[in-house]
């Protein structure tokens, strides 16, 4: 059984593969009808969720798929938050390395070899993140999701006193390196139950009200 399983695996990947490589292939192709679909853009998240004079804290959930964030919500709604939830139309090809850095502020979005530039800059860290976005607005700051959970009160809040915040939060996304399957099912639920804690706190401990959660990509579940 084993065997057979790793055999349907490979298949399966061959075929997902394939069916992968004509979509983009469509997409090249029909590029005009792709782009004037009246959902918004990923690269212009800022632009359009973003205004300069309110504070907030944007969580990045790494590999968030849209029916785990329903989830979320209805997690939420047990503290009585007022949440609403909406799509975008996410960047090709749907990769880390590229959909993620387009959720930052920017004016300028472009390939050099491998690596996405925003803004003519390699932001391979979280530390050029943050020099990045004070570009845009002055003392914001980038940080781990481990990095402000372990943090003290104090220092949490002092963290969440600055204009714009993101938190980079990748739970899912590396259980689905993992060899199991299972791995990221139970990965799920537990972005669920930390997304809602830190939400919680953000709320309730660290005097944020205004807090966006979105993600770079899904995944497929094989």
């Given at each position: ?68 964030a329903k989830e979320l919500m209805q997690e939420l709604s047990k503290e009585k938050n ?48 943050t020099v990045h976005l004070q570009k845009y607005r002055e003392e914001a700051m980038c ?27 990748n739970t899912i996304d590396e259980a689905s390196h993992s060899q199991s399957p299972f ?40």
């Amino acid at each position: 059984l084993g065997n057979a399983k790793r055999n349907l695996d490979r298949e399966y990947a061959r075929i997902s593969n394939v069916l992968n490589l004509e979509w983009l292939t469509c997409i090249n192709e029909r590029e005009e009808l792709f782009a004037a679909l009246s959902v918004p853009k990923q690269e212009d998240f800022c632009a359009e969720t973003m205004d300069t004079a309110t504070k907030k804290v944007v969580i990045v959930s790494d590999a968030l798929r849209f029916e785990v964030a329903k989830e979320l919500m209805q997690e939420l709604s047990k503290e009585k938050n007022m949440a609403s939830i909406s799509a975008m139309r996410a960047m090709l090809p749907t990769e880390t390395k590229f959909c993620k850095l387009a959720l930052l502020p920017h004016h300028s979005l472009e390939l050099q070899g491998t690596e996405m530039l925003v803004d003519g800059q390699v932001l391979n860290t979280i530390e050029k993140r943050t020099v990045h976005l004070q570009k845009y607005r002055e003392e914001a700051m980038c940080v781990n999701y481990e990095e402000i959970m372990n943090a003290s009160q104090q220092t949490a809040r002092e963290i969440c006193k600055r204009p714009l915040v993101y938190i980079f939060h990748n739970t899912i996304d590396e259980a689905s390196h993992s060899q199991s399957p299972f791995e990221v099912i139970r990965a799920c639920r537990t972005a669920i139950e930390q997304l809602a804690v830190l939400v919680k706190r953000l709320h309730a401990s660290w005097n944020v009200s205004n807090v966006i959660i979105t993600s770079d990509h899904g995944f497929v579940y094989n």
